[in-house]
């Protein structure tokens, strides 16, 4: 049987990613063009090696076509020399486990290798540079709305500006009199977890007073001792981090030892958060088991909605999966309210990210349409989880925006970016001096 209002509703969403599919994403088409150019690109990806992999040592040039690769035996070696060696995860196998995913879990414990990350993938995965971008300078693909199995959209990551590297971001750039603006929910995963578990087995919701501080990852350090009652974001960032790591996997079931390998810290001090977790928040693990016990019994679970996944259809049957997607599936209900309401409304839907959008608009407007967009994006969250007067269960936004002459920026893809601007300036300046050379 088909639910009309949860049909028009879904309707109305394909509707607004066709326009934002129209909208496209402005892209600095100078550049864009440059690394374009399959021979410049080569040349680019080649020469990023040597500076970014000093500080590793774990690539070896070939005197033939193979140019660069990546060393199994230099990266053990250098492991060995950080100390990560022992924590890094194996495959069955026994041999490490190098698959994109496990690299980007261990940056967030041993950040030192985000450059090599990003370099790595750089390499590995983008032999050419394949965004869509049309003739008037806008980065366009199909959304694919729905696509994934908790209904979030899933374009194809080639060809979308937000998908293949970090770095690349920074190549949007709004057109002369123009702004866009990023603006995305403040810990969304952890208040959707709390919204969802309130009232579960008794009154006492720790987790919603926690988000209500304005810094739930600082609250729990503050909470458990971690950090004395007067630290701030700024002078304990490194503690505030690592529990910030902790609180958005540990709800999805991490183990110890992934969560020991992922913040490089002793299996018995990972063991020692997750017992933290589970007493300061008792409630929402209570509501946690015996969702998945639910979902396990009748084999079918859904949103508030209408998004449904049935059990065993899609994927593995897990119980790291079925805690996992209601809480993404919440989340991707809420952008989708957020974006029809702010095409309804008049705002310049650029794009959807995760829990973020792209907006557009003149500069002398910008600042406007942002606060509506952050109070569209407030009352879809209030629309979704049943928020009370008194705003609980209602989402923050933080807001970045970014005016001509300005490009995007991201600081985890700053130092690819900026490798990758300096190598362009050296090849043009080369490829004029070789001109000048030839006239004379």
């Excluded at 970014?402 to 300046?429: A, M, N, S």
Aim: charged fraction near 25%; charge should be positive; glycine fraction near 6%.
């Amino acid at each position: 049987m088909i639910n009309l209002g949860v049909a028009l509703y879904h309707g109305e969403f394909a509707a607004v990613s066709a326009v934002m599919e129209h909208h496209g994403v402005p892209i600095d088409i100078e550049i864009f063009q440059q690394l374009a150019d399959k021979d410049v690109w080569r040349a680019v990806r080649d020469e990023m090696v040597p500076a970014i992999d000093a500080r590793y040592g774990v690539y070896v040039r070939h005197s033939d076509s193979l140019g660069w690769t990546f060393s199994h035996e230099r990266w053990i070696a250098y492991l060995k020399r950080e100390g990560i060696y022992d924590a890094w995860p194996r495959l069955a196998s026994g041999a490490l486990d190098m698959r994109r995913k496990t690299f980007e879990d261990m940056t967030k414990g041993f950040p030192q290798l985000e450059a090599l990350r990003q370099l790595r993938h750089t390499r590995d995965k983008m032999r050419r540079i394949k965004l869509a971008v049309g003739h008037d300078a806008r980065n366009r693909t199909v959304l694919w709305p729905f696509k994934s199995k908790t209904g979030r959209t899933q374009p194809k990551a080639s060809t979308w500006i937000f998908s293949p590297a970090v770095w690349l971001r920074s190549l949007i750039k709004p057109e002369p009199g123009m702004a866009v603006a990023y603006i995305d929910y403040s810990s969304m995963e952890f208040l959707i977890a709390a919204s969802l578990s309130d009232g579960h087995c008794g009154p006492v919701n720790n987790m919603l007073e926690m988000y209500r501080t304005g810094d739930p990852y600082l609250s729990f350090a503050k909470s458990v001792g971690a950090v004395p009652q007067t630290a701030t974001k700024k002078s304990h960032e490194t503690v505030r981090d690592r529990y910030k790591i902790m609180l958005l996997s540990v709800q999805y079931g991490l183990s110890a030892t992934s969560l020991a390998a992922r913040l490089n810290i002793p299996t018995f001090d990972a063991h020692e958060m997750l017992n933290q977790h589970r007493q300061q928040f008792a409630q929402y693990w209570a509501w946690s088991d015996d969702y998945v016990a639910h979902a396990l019994q009748t084999g079918i679970v859904r949103t508030a909605f209408g998004w449904t996944y049935r059990i065993g259809i899609v994927g593995p049957v897990n119980d790291r999966s079925i805690r996992n997607w209601l809480i993404q599936s919440t989340g991707a209900d809420i952008l989708r309210i957020a974006c029809i309401l702010a095409v309804r409304h008049g705002i310049k839907l650029l794009a959807p990210v995760h829990d973020a959008v792209l907006i557009e608009a003149p500069i002398a407007r910008i600042e406007a349409d942002v606060a509506l967009m952050q109070e569209i994006m407030r009352r879809a969250s209030r629309i979704v989880l049943n928020a009370t007067a008194d705003g609980t269960h209602e989402l923050r936004t933080d807001a970045k925006i970014i005016r001509f002459p300005d490009r995007y920026t991201d600081k985890r893809g700053d130092e690819i970016w900026d490798r990758v601007i300096e190598l362009l300036d050296r090849q043009r300046q080369e490829a004029e001096r070789q001109g000048r050379k030839a006239r004379c």
